[in-house]
T-cell receptor
């Protein structure tokens, strides 16, 4: 158990809909990262938040957005869903997230499996 | 083991043998290289890292080798055990805009045969 929790575990929805994925980082970790894992694209970095502020951005679509709240939990919002958005979405956390091992040693949650029908 | 490609390569080894998993990376500006292990149904788990100015680092039963000349990274697992069965990802770390960006390879499936 990494200490990172994600809800829900599974989510089934229809095209065009909007969903929100939730993540609680390990106690004391300030950085939260979101990743998408699909069969054809592998594990893709989406976005990083550090203590409430966006710090790094990856291949995140404009239809997707995220935020980190004062209690450090984070939410990933996916809107206008398409079939291709079906994937595993992982949240990870790290102690810091600015540089060095405190950033790249990330602790991953169990993931949310999103199915878009 | 083979370098990553579009399809997940598979490495099958006998229990007790040594495993070597390879990875090619693309970005010379990466400051650290990391190996993650992902067991079925779980999120990736950090195994070992190596700084870009090093060529070898050893952990418990694992060794990472970095060859910057050919942009190649490998993970060696000694005395492979059934619990080592998983998908292994190499990752490059870059510090960007004050944050950390990990770029993962497509992974190698390690299967340990009894």
């Amino acid at each position: 158990d990494s200490g990172v929790t994600q809800t829900p575990k599974h989510l089934i929805t229809a095209t065009g809909q909007r969903v929100t994925l939730r993540c609680s980082p390990r106690s004391g970790d300030l950085s939260v990262y979101w990743y998408q894992q699909s069969l054809d694209q592998g594990l893709q970095f989406l976005i990083q938040y550090y203590n409430g502020e966006e710090r790094a951005k990856g291949n995140i679509l404009e239809r997707f957005s995220a935020q980190q709240f004062p209690d450090l939990h984070s939410e990933l919002n996916l809107s206008s869903l398409e079939l291709g958005d079906s994937a595993l979405y992982f949240c990870a956390s790290s102690v810091e997230g600015t540089s060095g091992r405190s950033g790249y040693e990330q602790f991953f949650g169990p993931g949310t499996r999103l199915t878009v029908l | 083991g083979e370098s990553v490609g579009l399809h997940l390569p598979t490495l099958s080894v006998q229990e007790g043998d040594n495993s070597i998993i390879n990875c090619a990376y693309s970005n010379s500006a990466s400051d650290y290289f990391i190996w993650y292990k992902q067991e079925s149904g779980k999120g990736p788990q950090f195994i070992i890292d190596i700084r870009s100015n090093m060529d070898k680092r050893q952990g418990q039963r694992v060794t990472v080798l970095l060859n910057k000349t050919v942009k190649h990274l490998s993970l060696q697992i000694a005395a492979t055990q059934p619990g080592d069965s998983a998908v292994y990802f190499c990752a490059e770390n870059r510090v960007t805009g004050g944050g950390n960006k990990l770029t993962f390879g497509t992974g190698t499936q390690l299967k340990v045969e009894l």
